[in-house]
């Protein structure tokens, strides 16, 4: 039977190992839970800059 001495510094590496991985876990679902909204997406931000610019050219076609 191993003596505690020796088992302890095992004991205290899958504690931390544990503790890490559950660390881990947690970040990602902190992580997941912040999704860009879709304005915040670039494909969205180019579509409304596109939006802008087709609105501007339709503005000045009427002024003409």
Do not use: S
């Given at each position: 039977m191993k003596h505690a001495s020796?088992?302890?510094p095992?004991?205290?590496?899958?504690?931390?190992e544990i503790g890490?991985?559950?660390r881990k876990q947690r970040e990602?679902?902190?992580?997941?839970?912040?999704?860009a909204r879709p304005r915040e997406t670039r494909a969205c931000k180019?579509?409304?800059?596109?939006e802008k610019q087709l609105k501007l050219e339709l503005q000045t076609r009427i002024t003409l």
């Open positions: 020796q088992l302890f095992i004991a205290l590496q899958e504690l931390l890490e991985k559950a990602q679902r902190e992580r997941a839970k912040h999704v180019h579509a409304a800059c596109r």
